[in-house]
Protein backbone atom coordinates (compact mmCIF):
# COMPACT_ATOMS: atom_id res chain seq x y z
CA UNK A 1 0.00 0.00 0.00
CA UNK A 2 1.44 3.36 -0.98
CA UNK A 3 0.10 6.51 0.26
CA UNK A 4 -0.42 9.34 -2.22
CA UNK A 5 -1.54 12.97 -1.85
CA UNK A 6 -2.56 15.47 -4.48
CA UNK A 7 -2.11 18.50 -3.72
CA UNK A 8 -3.77 21.32 -6.53
CA UNK A 9 -5.32 24.29 -6.66
CA UNK A 10 -8.86 23.73 -7.14
CA UNK A 11 -10.70 20.27 -7.24
CA UNK A 12 -14.68 19.36 -7.50
CA UNK A 13 -16.65 19.16 -6.08
CA UNK A 14 -15.41 21.95 -3.63
CA UNK A 15 -14.21 24.76 -5.83
CA UNK A 16 -13.65 24.55 -9.55
CA UNK A 17 -12.45 27.26 -12.56
CA UNK A 18 -11.59 24.59 -15.19
CA UNK A 19 -10.82 21.43 -16.58
CA UNK A 20 -7.96 21.27 -13.57
CA UNK A 21 -10.45 20.51 -10.78
CA UNK A 22 -12.33 17.89 -12.66
CA UNK A 23 -8.98 16.04 -13.03
CA UNK A 24 -8.17 16.76 -9.22
CA UNK A 25 -11.49 15.56 -8.18
CA UNK A 26 -12.15 12.27 -10.44
CA UNK A 27 -9.10 10.90 -10.80
CA UNK A 28 -8.02 9.51 -6.92
CA UNK A 29 -11.48 7.71 -7.14
CA UNK A 30 -10.32 5.87 -9.85
CA UNK A 31 -6.68 4.59 -9.08
CA UNK A 32 -6.71 0.92 -7.23
CA UNK A 33 -7.96 1.59 -3.51
CA UNK A 34 -6.30 -1.75 -2.85
CA UNK A 35 -2.81 -0.43 -3.86
CA UNK A 36 -3.00 2.97 -3.04
CA UNK A 37 -4.18 5.43 0.08
CA UNK A 38 -5.00 8.47 -2.51
CA UNK A 39 -5.61 11.97 -0.08
CA UNK A 40 -6.24 15.63 -2.12
CA UNK A 41 -5.08 19.27 -0.15
CA UNK A 42 -6.24 22.30 -1.32
CA UNK A 43 -6.54 26.03 0.40
CA UNK A 44 -9.52 26.36 1.75
CA UNK A 45 -11.14 29.55 -0.31
CA UNK A 46 -13.20 31.38 1.04
CA UNK A 47 -15.44 30.76 -1.71
CA UNK A 48 -16.45 27.37 -1.06
CA UNK A 49 -19.44 26.93 -1.04
CA UNK A 50 -20.82 27.05 2.90
CA UNK A 51 -22.47 23.61 2.24
CA UNK A 52 -19.13 22.21 1.95
CA UNK A 53 -17.33 24.62 4.64
CA UNK A 54 -20.42 22.96 7.30
CA UNK A 55 -19.12 19.35 6.29
CA UNK A 56 -15.41 20.40 6.98
CA UNK A 57 -13.81 19.72 10.50
CA UNK A 58 -10.87 21.11 12.50
CA UNK A 59 -7.69 19.04 12.13
CA UNK A 60 -4.93 21.23 13.92
CA UNK A 61 -3.70 24.66 13.35
CA UNK A 62 -0.11 26.41 13.86
CA UNK A 63 2.53 28.98 12.88
CA UNK A 64 4.92 28.69 9.85
CA UNK A 65 7.77 30.33 8.97
CA UNK A 66 8.52 31.56 5.88
CA UNK A 67 11.33 34.12 5.01
CA UNK A 68 10.29 36.96 7.46
CA UNK A 69 6.53 36.15 7.86
CA UNK A 70 4.79 33.87 10.50
CA UNK A 71 1.59 32.48 9.24
CA UNK A 72 -1.11 30.42 10.52
CA UNK A 73 -2.13 27.68 8.98
CA UNK A 74 -5.07 25.77 9.92
CA UNK A 75 -5.67 22.36 8.42
CA UNK A 76 -9.65 21.16 8.58
CA UNK A 77 -10.74 18.01 6.94
CA UNK A 78 -13.88 16.19 4.81
CA UNK A 79 -14.64 12.69 3.59
CA UNK A 80 -16.45 12.59 0.55
CA UNK A 81 -17.39 9.61 -1.34
CA UNK A 82 -14.36 7.75 -0.06
CA UNK A 83 -11.73 10.27 -0.36
CA UNK A 84 -9.89 12.11 2.26
CA UNK A 85 -9.90 15.78 1.78
CA UNK A 86 -7.76 18.19 3.74
CA UNK A 87 -8.07 22.07 3.33
CA UNK A 88 -5.20 24.83 4.16
CA UNK A 89 -6.72 27.35 6.19
CA UNK A 90 -5.64 31.40 6.16
CA UNK A 91 -8.37 34.21 5.97
CA UNK A 92 -5.62 36.46 4.70
CA UNK A 93 -4.42 34.66 1.47
CA UNK A 94 -7.70 32.27 0.71
CA UNK A 95 -9.76 35.61 0.99
CA UNK A 96 -11.85 36.76 -2.17
CA UNK A 97 -14.70 35.56 -4.70
CA UNK A 98 -12.62 33.63 -6.97
CA UNK A 99 -9.57 31.49 -5.76
CA UNK A 100 -7.35 33.65 -7.89
CA UNK A 101 -6.71 37.02 -8.27
CA UNK A 102 -3.74 39.07 -9.64
CA UNK A 103 -0.26 37.22 -10.59
CA UNK A 104 1.73 39.11 -8.06
CA UNK A 105 -0.66 38.07 -4.93
CA UNK A 106 -1.61 34.61 -6.47
CA UNK A 107 2.33 33.68 -6.35
CA UNK A 108 2.84 34.84 -2.52
CA UNK A 109 -0.63 32.85 -1.65
CA UNK A 110 0.79 29.66 -3.32
CA UNK A 111 4.39 29.98 -1.82
CA UNK A 112 2.21 29.87 1.51
CA UNK A 113 0.23 27.05 0.70
CA UNK A 114 2.66 24.71 -0.91
CA UNK A 115 5.07 25.46 2.24
CA UNK A 116 2.19 25.25 4.31
CA UNK A 117 1.57 21.66 2.63
CA UNK A 118 4.23 20.51 3.35
CA UNK A 119 4.95 21.46 7.14
CA UNK A 120 0.73 20.02 8.12
CA UNK A 121 2.18 16.24 6.58
CA UNK A 122 3.75 15.22 10.39
CA UNK A 123 0.51 16.98 12.22
CA UNK A 124 -2.23 15.33 10.01
CA UNK A 125 -0.43 12.06 10.44
CA UNK A 126 -0.30 11.41 6.61
CA UNK A 127 3.47 10.58 5.03
CA UNK A 128 2.61 10.21 1.50
CA UNK A 129 5.22 7.85 -0.21
CA UNK A 130 4.26 10.50 -3.61
CA UNK A 131 3.08 13.98 -3.58
CA UNK A 132 1.62 14.74 -6.86
CA UNK A 133 1.73 18.19 -7.80
CA UNK A 134 -0.87 20.01 -10.47
CA UNK A 135 0.04 22.77 -12.37
CA UNK A 136 2.21 25.92 -11.09
CA UNK A 137 0.61 26.90 -8.04
CA UNK A 138 2.01 23.80 -6.74
CA UNK A 139 5.23 24.22 -8.50
CA UNK A 140 7.66 25.16 -5.24
CA UNK A 141 6.65 21.36 -3.35
CA UNK A 142 9.08 19.34 -5.57
CA UNK A 143 12.09 22.30 -4.77
CA UNK A 144 11.34 22.85 -0.72
CA UNK A 145 11.21 18.92 -0.95
CA UNK A 146 15.01 19.17 -1.72
CA UNK A 147 15.76 22.19 0.28
CA UNK A 148 14.55 23.12 3.54
CA UNK A 149 12.31 19.63 4.10
CA UNK A 150 15.13 17.49 2.64
CA UNK A 151 16.74 16.41 6.13
CA UNK A 152 14.85 14.19 8.80
CA UNK A 153 13.33 11.22 8.66
CA UNK A 154 9.74 11.77 8.01
CA UNK A 155 10.21 13.93 4.61
CA UNK A 156 13.53 11.49 3.54
CA UNK A 157 12.64 9.39 0.27
CA UNK A 158 8.94 11.47 -0.47
CA UNK A 159 9.00 11.25 -4.46
CA UNK A 160 7.26 14.24 -6.39
CA UNK A 161 5.52 14.66 -9.47
CA UNK A 162 4.48 17.45 -11.13
CA UNK A 163 1.84 17.40 -13.61
CA UNK A 164 1.39 19.86 -16.49
CA UNK A 165 -2.23 20.85 -16.99
CA UNK A 166 -1.55 24.18 -18.77
CA UNK A 167 2.28 25.33 -19.81
CA UNK A 168 0.95 28.89 -20.79
CA UNK A 169 0.62 29.60 -17.07
CA UNK A 170 4.27 29.21 -15.12
CA UNK A 171 3.42 31.72 -12.03
CA UNK A 172 6.93 34.12 -12.50
CA UNK A 173 7.97 37.09 -11.40
CA UNK A 174 11.57 39.18 -11.14
CA UNK A 175 13.86 37.06 -9.24
CA UNK A 176 14.08 39.40 -6.02
CA UNK A 177 10.33 39.31 -5.50
CA UNK A 178 10.23 35.09 -6.33
CA UNK A 179 13.46 34.96 -3.69
CA UNK A 180 11.46 36.87 -0.87
CA UNK A 181 7.94 35.11 -1.36
CA UNK A 182 9.13 31.86 -1.63
CA UNK A 183 12.46 32.31 0.83
CA UNK A 184 14.55 30.53 -1.23
CA UNK A 185 18.47 31.14 -1.51
CA UNK A 186 20.44 32.75 -4.43
CA UNK A 187 21.51 29.44 -5.52
CA UNK A 188 18.00 28.49 -6.68
CA UNK A 189 17.87 31.31 -9.02
CA UNK A 190 20.15 30.06 -12.23
CA UNK A 191 18.98 29.24 -15.22
CA UNK A 192 18.80 25.29 -14.30
CA UNK A 193 16.64 25.92 -11.99
CA UNK A 194 14.24 28.49 -10.88
CA UNK A 195 15.88 31.28 -13.17
CA UNK A 196 14.05 32.20 -16.19
CA UNK A 197 15.69 35.10 -17.38
CA UNK A 198 15.50 38.17 -14.85
CA UNK A 199 12.50 36.01 -13.30
CA UNK A 200 11.90 33.37 -11.06
CA UNK A 201 9.78 30.92 -11.96
CA UNK A 202 7.72 28.31 -10.13
CA UNK A 203 6.84 25.47 -12.48
CA UNK A 204 9.97 25.67 -13.89
CA UNK A 205 11.30 24.60 -10.46
CA UNK A 206 8.42 22.22 -10.45
CA UNK A 207 9.37 20.31 -13.85
CA UNK A 208 13.38 20.40 -12.93
CA UNK A 209 13.11 19.41 -8.96
CA UNK A 210 10.03 16.85 -9.15
CA UNK A 211 11.06 12.98 -10.06
CA UNK A 212 8.27 12.52 -12.49
CA UNK A 213 6.89 15.13 -14.87
CA UNK A 214 3.50 14.43 -17.19
CA UNK A 215 1.31 16.06 -18.96
CA UNK A 216 -2.25 15.68 -19.74
CA UNK A 217 -1.94 13.92 -23.27
CA UNK A 218 0.37 12.12 -25.62
CA UNK A 219 0.18 14.86 -28.26
CA UNK A 220 0.84 17.41 -26.38
CA UNK A 221 3.62 15.91 -24.36
CA UNK A 222 5.04 16.15 -27.62
CA UNK A 223 3.97 19.68 -28.78
CA UNK A 224 5.77 21.14 -25.51
CA UNK A 225 9.03 20.11 -26.72
CA UNK A 226 8.68 22.56 -29.63
CA UNK A 227 9.19 26.19 -29.30
CA UNK A 228 5.47 26.97 -30.61
CA UNK A 229 3.85 25.24 -27.64
CA UNK A 230 6.84 24.76 -25.52
CA UNK A 231 6.35 28.26 -23.48
CA UNK A 232 9.72 29.24 -23.62
CA UNK A 233 10.74 25.77 -21.63
CA UNK A 234 10.74 23.22 -24.66
CA UNK A 235 14.66 22.45 -24.14
CA UNK A 236 13.77 22.07 -20.50
CA UNK A 237 11.08 19.75 -21.72
CA UNK A 238 13.54 17.71 -24.03
CA UNK A 239 15.94 17.48 -21.16
CA UNK A 240 12.98 15.74 -19.27
CA UNK A 241 11.96 13.45 -21.86
CA UNK A 242 12.86 10.67 -20.49
CA UNK A 243 10.81 11.39 -17.69
CA UNK A 244 8.03 13.12 -19.12
CA UNK A 245 4.70 11.07 -19.77
CA UNK A 246 1.45 11.95 -21.52
CA UNK A 247 -1.52 10.50 -19.83
CA UNK A 248 -4.84 11.59 -21.48
CA UNK A 249 -7.35 13.01 -18.99
CA UNK A 250 -10.80 10.82 -18.66
CA UNK A 251 -14.17 12.12 -17.38
CA UNK A 252 -16.43 10.64 -14.26
CA UNK A 253 -18.42 8.25 -15.81
CA UNK A 254 -21.23 9.02 -13.13
CA UNK A 255 -21.43 12.64 -13.13
CA UNK A 256 -21.15 12.87 -16.39
CA UNK A 257 -24.06 10.46 -17.73
CA UNK A 258 -26.93 10.89 -20.38
CA UNK A 259 -28.54 7.90 -18.77
CA UNK A 260 -29.09 9.39 -15.14
CA UNK A 261 -28.10 12.65 -14.95
CA UNK A 262 -30.62 14.96 -13.48
CA UNK A 263 -29.25 18.35 -14.67
CA UNK A 264 -30.99 17.15 -18.48
CA UNK A 265 -34.01 17.62 -19.37
CA UNK A 266 -34.04 13.87 -20.80
CA UNK A 267 -32.08 11.38 -19.98
CA UNK A 268 -31.19 8.69 -22.83
CA UNK A 269 -28.50 6.25 -23.86
CA UNK A 270 -26.95 5.28 -27.07
CA UNK A 271 -29.97 2.67 -27.28
CA UNK A 272 -32.86 5.52 -27.80
CA UNK A 273 -30.63 8.47 -28.47
CA UNK A 274 -32.50 8.95 -32.02
CA UNK A 275 -36.13 9.23 -30.03
CA UNK A 276 -34.80 11.09 -26.97
CA UNK A 277 -32.02 13.44 -27.22
CA UNK A 278 -34.19 15.95 -29.61
CA UNK A 279 -35.81 16.59 -26.26
CA UNK A 280 -33.45 17.83 -24.98
CA UNK A 281 -32.70 20.61 -28.07
CA UNK A 282 -36.07 21.89 -28.02
CA UNK A 283 -36.79 22.08 -24.00
CA UNK A 284 -33.23 24.24 -24.23
CA UNK A 285 -34.68 26.22 -27.46
CA UNK A 286 -37.58 27.01 -25.43
CA UNK A 287 -35.38 27.91 -22.21
CA UNK A 288 -32.98 30.14 -23.60
CA UNK A 289 -35.78 31.60 -26.27
CA UNK A 290 -34.37 30.70 -29.16
CA UNK A 291 -36.59 29.61 -32.37
CA UNK A 292 -37.59 26.03 -31.38
CA UNK A 293 -37.01 23.68 -34.42
CA UNK A 294 -36.38 20.18 -33.54
CA UNK A 295 -34.94 19.86 -37.11
CA UNK A 296 -32.71 22.73 -36.60
CA UNK A 297 -29.02 22.00 -36.11
CA UNK A 298 -27.55 23.24 -32.56
CA UNK A 299 -23.98 24.19 -31.97
CA UNK A 300 -22.66 24.34 -28.41
CA UNK A 301 -19.78 26.14 -26.93
CA UNK A 302 -19.21 26.13 -22.91
CA UNK A 303 -15.63 27.33 -22.43
CA UNK A 304 -13.33 30.27 -20.64
CA UNK A 305 -13.74 32.40 -23.26
CA UNK A 306 -9.20 32.75 -23.59
CA UNK A 307 -7.25 32.92 -26.80
CA UNK A 308 -6.15 29.44 -26.19
CA UNK A 309 -9.72 28.06 -27.51
CA UNK A 310 -9.44 29.77 -30.84
CA UNK A 311 -12.15 32.33 -30.72
CA UNK A 312 -10.51 34.75 -33.41
CA UNK A 313 -11.32 32.31 -35.80
CA UNK A 314 -15.19 32.06 -34.56
CA UNK A 315 -15.29 35.99 -34.29
CA UNK A 316 -13.92 36.01 -38.09
CA UNK A 317 -16.67 34.12 -39.82
CA UNK A 318 -18.87 34.28 -37.20
CA UNK A 319 -21.42 36.79 -39.17
CA UNK A 320 -21.18 34.24 -41.89
CA UNK A 321 -22.00 31.41 -40.41
CA UNK A 322 -25.21 32.50 -39.05
CA UNK A 323 -26.48 32.43 -42.30
CA UNK A 324 -26.03 28.79 -42.19
CA UNK A 325 -29.41 27.10 -41.02
CA UNK A 326 -27.63 26.44 -37.36
CA UNK A 327 -27.92 27.80 -33.97
CA UNK A 328 -25.30 28.48 -31.24
CA UNK A 329 -25.64 28.40 -27.98
CA UNK A 330 -22.77 29.64 -25.91
CA UNK A 331 -21.67 29.34 -22.39
CA UNK A 332 -18.73 30.97 -20.97
CA UNK A 333 -16.73 34.11 -19.27
CA UNK A 334 -13.58 34.93 -19.88
CA UNK A 335 -12.03 37.71 -22.18
CA UNK A 336 -13.99 40.60 -22.35
CA UNK A 337 -13.77 41.09 -26.01
CA UNK A 338 -15.18 38.04 -26.80
CA UNK A 339 -18.17 38.13 -23.92
CA UNK A 340 -18.98 41.26 -25.94
CA UNK A 341 -18.69 39.24 -29.33
CA UNK A 342 -21.13 36.44 -28.86
CA UNK A 343 -23.41 38.97 -26.81
CA UNK A 344 -23.33 41.44 -30.43
CA UNK A 345 -24.22 37.86 -32.20
CA UNK A 346 -26.62 37.08 -30.00
CA UNK A 347 -28.48 40.86 -29.80
CA UNK A 348 -28.24 40.40 -33.98
CA UNK A 349 -29.26 37.16 -34.11
CA UNK A 350 -31.67 36.56 -31.45
CA UNK A 351 -33.41 33.64 -32.52
CA UNK A 352 -30.84 31.68 -33.60
CA UNK A 353 -27.53 33.00 -31.04
CA UNK A 354 -28.11 32.38 -27.32
CA UNK A 355 -25.28 33.91 -25.20
CA UNK A 356 -24.91 32.98 -22.05
CA UNK A 357 -22.11 34.96 -20.49
CA UNK A 358 -21.54 33.38 -16.79
CA UNK A 359 -20.69 30.30 -15.05
CA UNK A 360 -23.47 27.45 -14.70
CA UNK A 361 -22.61 23.94 -14.19
CA UNK A 362 -26.74 22.87 -15.10
CA UNK A 363 -26.62 24.72 -18.10
CA UNK A 364 -23.48 23.08 -19.20
CA UNK A 365 -25.05 19.77 -18.95
CA UNK A 366 -28.08 20.66 -20.68
CA UNK A 367 -25.98 22.02 -23.24
CA UNK A 368 -24.26 18.83 -23.80
CA UNK A 369 -27.23 17.43 -23.87
CA UNK A 370 -29.00 19.14 -26.07
CA UNK A 371 -26.43 20.44 -28.74
CA UNK A 372 -25.96 18.27 -32.35
CA UNK A 373 -22.03 19.47 -32.46
CA UNK A 374 -19.79 21.33 -29.65
CA UNK A 375 -17.07 23.45 -31.46
CA UNK A 376 -13.67 23.95 -30.31
CA UNK A 377 -11.09 25.04 -32.17
CA UNK A 378 -8.31 25.51 -29.95
CA UNK A 379 -5.33 27.45 -30.92
CA UNK A 380 -3.29 24.79 -28.40
CA UNK A 381 -5.43 22.26 -25.69
CA UNK A 382 -3.15 20.49 -23.48
CA UNK A 383 -6.02 17.77 -23.21
CA UNK A 384 -9.78 19.41 -23.18
CA UNK A 385 -12.56 17.94 -21.17
CA UNK A 386 -15.16 19.37 -22.90
CA UNK A 387 -14.95 17.41 -25.69
CA UNK A 388 -15.04 14.45 -23.62
CA UNK A 389 -18.21 15.66 -22.12
CA UNK A 390 -20.09 15.94 -25.52
CA UNK A 391 -18.96 12.43 -26.69
CA UNK A 392 -20.34 10.80 -23.77
CA UNK A 393 -23.53 12.29 -24.55
CA UNK A 394 -23.65 12.08 -28.26
CA UNK A 395 -22.57 15.79 -29.12
CA UNK A 396 -20.09 15.58 -31.90
CA UNK A 397 -17.21 17.25 -31.47
CA UNK A 398 -15.57 19.60 -34.28
CA UNK A 399 -12.50 20.41 -33.31
CA UNK A 400 -8.40 21.25 -34.05
CA UNK A 401 -5.98 18.91 -34.62
CA UNK A 402 -3.82 19.95 -31.70
CA UNK A 403 -2.87 18.42 -28.30
CA UNK A 404 -6.05 16.00 -26.86
CA UNK A 405 -8.43 17.01 -29.13
CA UNK A 406 -6.06 15.23 -31.80
CA UNK A 407 -5.96 12.34 -29.34
CA UNK A 408 -9.33 12.20 -28.82
CA UNK A 409 -11.55 12.93 -31.43
CA UNK A 410 -11.43 10.07 -34.52
CA UNK A 411 -12.37 12.71 -37.41
CA UNK A 412 -15.40 11.45 -39.43
CA UNK A 413 -14.31 9.33 -43.02
CA UNK A 414 -17.02 9.46 -45.25
CA UNK A 415 -15.64 6.46 -47.09
CA UNK A 416 -15.30 3.87 -44.31
CA UNK A 417 -18.03 5.54 -42.16
CA UNK A 418 -15.58 5.92 -39.32
CA UNK A 419 -14.79 8.37 -36.62
CA UNK A 420 -16.47 10.32 -34.11
CA UNK A 421 -16.63 13.91 -34.86
CA UNK A 422 -14.90 16.27 -37.58
CA UNK A 423 -11.34 18.13 -37.29
CA UNK A 424 -9.00 20.63 -39.03
CA UNK A 425 -5.38 21.47 -39.08
CA UNK A 426 -4.69 24.23 -39.55
CA UNK A 427 -5.07 27.53 -37.17
CA UNK A 428 -7.29 29.02 -40.21
CA UNK A 429 -10.71 30.69 -39.85
CA UNK A 430 -11.89 29.66 -43.07
CA UNK A 431 -10.39 26.64 -42.86
CA UNK A 432 -12.78 25.86 -39.06
CA UNK A 433 -15.72 27.27 -41.77
CA UNK A 434 -15.33 24.62 -44.05
CA UNK A 435 -15.49 21.70 -41.40
CA UNK A 436 -18.34 22.90 -40.03
CA UNK A 437 -20.07 23.48 -42.97
CA UNK A 438 -19.04 19.96 -44.09
CA UNK A 439 -20.26 18.86 -40.18
CA UNK A 440 -23.58 20.70 -41.52
CA UNK A 441 -23.71 18.87 -44.89
CA UNK A 442 -23.75 15.40 -42.73
CA UNK A 443 -26.23 16.28 -40.45
CA UNK A 444 -28.68 17.86 -42.87
CA UNK A 445 -28.27 15.18 -45.69
CA UNK A 446 -26.62 12.09 -44.17
CA UNK A 447 -28.47 11.49 -41.00
CA UNK A 448 -27.59 7.92 -41.01
CA UNK A 449 -24.22 8.61 -40.73
CA UNK A 450 -24.80 11.32 -38.70
CA UNK A 451 -26.53 8.60 -36.05
CA UNK A 452 -24.01 6.01 -36.74
CA UNK A 453 -21.32 8.62 -35.52
CA UNK A 454 -23.08 9.61 -32.55
CA UNK A 455 -23.62 5.91 -31.57
CA UNK A 456 -19.96 5.54 -32.11
CA UNK A 457 -19.46 8.54 -29.72
CA UNK A 458 -21.09 7.43 -27.02
CA UNK A 459 -19.34 4.17 -26.96
CA UNK A 460 -15.92 5.45 -26.80
CA UNK A 461 -14.69 5.02 -23.59
CA UNK A 462 -12.67 7.93 -21.75
CA UNK A 463 -13.61 7.48 -18.16
CA UNK A 464 -10.37 6.91 -16.37
CA UNK A 465 -10.36 3.02 -16.26
CA UNK A 466 -7.28 3.50 -18.50
CA UNK A 467 -5.55 6.48 -17.85
CA UNK A 468 -5.55 5.47 -14.37
CA UNK A 469 -3.45 2.47 -14.66
CA UNK A 470 -0.74 4.64 -16.53
CA UNK A 471 -0.85 6.83 -13.55
CA UNK A 472 -0.28 3.82 -11.57
CA UNK A 473 2.72 2.74 -13.72
CA UNK A 474 4.44 6.09 -13.58
CA UNK A 475 4.54 6.05 -9.87
CA UNK A 476 5.94 2.68 -9.51
CA UNK A 477 8.14 3.44 -12.09
CA UNK A 478 9.88 6.10 -8.51
CA UNK A 479 10.26 2.89 -6.72
P1 LIG B 1 -9.89 24.24 -19.52
O1 LIG B 1 -9.48 23.49 -18.30
O2 LIG B 1 -8.74 24.66 -20.37
O3 LIG B 1 -10.80 25.38 -19.22
P2 LIG B 1 -11.30 21.79 -20.25
O4 LIG B 1 -12.04 21.41 -21.47
O5 LIG B 1 -10.25 20.84 -19.78
O6 LIG B 1 -10.72 23.25 -20.47
O7 LIG B 1 -12.29 21.89 -19.02
C1 LIG B 1 -13.26 22.88 -18.93
C2 LIG B 1 -14.25 22.50 -17.85
O8 LIG B 1 -14.90 23.66 -17.36
C3 LIG B 1 -15.36 21.60 -18.37
O9 LIG B 1 -15.81 20.79 -17.28
C4 LIG B 1 -16.44 22.61 -18.79
O10 LIG B 1 -17.72 22.03 -18.81
C5 LIG B 1 -16.29 23.61 -17.67
N1 LIG B 1 -16.72 24.99 -17.98
C6 LIG B 1 -16.05 25.95 -18.69
N2 LIG B 1 -16.74 27.10 -18.71
C7 LIG B 1 -17.86 26.89 -18.01
C8 LIG B 1 -19.00 27.71 -17.65
N3 LIG B 1 -19.08 28.97 -18.04
N4 LIG B 1 -19.98 27.14 -16.91
C9 LIG B 1 -19.89 25.84 -16.51
N5 LIG B 1 -18.86 25.04 -16.80
C10 LIG B 1 -17.86 25.55 -17.53
C1 LIG C 1 -6.04 22.73 -18.50
C2 LIG C 1 -6.06 22.60 -20.02
C3 LIG C 1 -7.08 21.59 -20.52
C4 LIG C 1 -7.07 20.33 -19.68
C5 LIG C 1 -7.26 20.68 -18.22
C6 LIG C 1 -7.27 19.46 -17.31
O1 LIG C 1 -6.93 23.67 -18.03
O2 LIG C 1 -6.27 23.85 -20.63
O3 LIG C 1 -6.78 21.27 -21.87
O4 LIG C 1 -8.09 19.45 -20.10
O5 LIG C 1 -6.22 21.51 -17.80
O6 LIG C 1 -6.10 18.70 -17.42
Known amino acids: MKNVLFAASECVPFIKTGGLADVVGSLPQCLDKEEYDVRVIIPKYMCIDQKWKDQMTYVNHFYMDLNWRKQ ?14 YFIDNE ?3 AGSTPYSTERYDLEKFAFFSR ?23 GLIPVYLKDSFSDGEFYQGIKSIMTIHNLKFQGK ?33 GIVYADKVSTVSRTYAEEIKTPFFGEGLDGLMRARSNDLWGIVNGIDYTDYNPETDDKIYQNYSDANFRKMKVKNKVALQRDLGLEVDPKKMMIGIVSRLTDQKGFDLISCVMDELCQDAVQFVILGTGQEQYENMFRHFDWKYGNDVSANIYYSEELSHKIYAASDAFLMPSLFEPCGLSQLMSLRYGTLPIVRETGGLSDTVEPYNEYENTGTGFSFKNY ?52
Request: proline share 2%; charged share 30%.
Open 428 to 479: NAHEMMGTIRYAEHVFYDKKRNWNKMIERAMKADFSWKQSAKQYEEMYESLF
Open 92 to 94: YYF
Open 116 to 138: AVLSALPIIGFRPDIIHCHDWQT
Open 173 to 205: WDIDTVKDLAGLADYYFTSDKLGDYDDGNYLKG
Open 72 to 85: YVGILELEYEGIKF
